[in-house]
């Protein structure tokens, strides 16, 4: 590996690792979340089942990059290193395993229901 390991940078963050309340806004899952609710709160209209399990699923994702963000940013120097050296073809390649593996499974999903199962 030449150079900087490349790292999952959210849109909408500022940049700085010290706002901590900060670094939540690109993460936020409530529009989701709500999404989620409203399709399910009628009982004689619910949501379709398919639709239920790819978007908890992207919820529960988002929530996991949040997680890995924050803490990029907290642990200490040698755990920090380690993690980095296992995730550099992880996290920092657009086709590492951790990118395509989740991206691959929400692709299923959305695939086998709109194939009726």
């Known amino acids: 590996m030449n150079g900087q390991t490349g790292w999952f940078t959210p849109v909408g963050w ?20 709500q999404e989620f609710t409203d399709a399910i709160a009628n009982p004689n209209a619910p949501g379709v089942v398919g639709d239920m399990i790819v978007t908890t699923t992207q919820i529960e994702y988002l929530a996991c990059l949040e997680r890995a963000f924050r803490m990029r940013h907290a642990m200490p120097l040698p755990r920090l290193l380690l993690h980095a050296a296992g995730a550099a073809r992880g996290n920092g390649d657009d086709k590492g395993v951790y990118s395509l593996c989740g991206l691959e499974y929400v692709r299923r999903l959305v695939k086998e229901t709109k194939q009726g199962g």
Request: proline share 5%; glycine share 10%.
């Open 14 to 33: 500022n940049g700085d690792v010290f706002d901590y309340d900060g670094m939540h806004t690109p993460f936020n899952r409530d529009k989701a979340n």
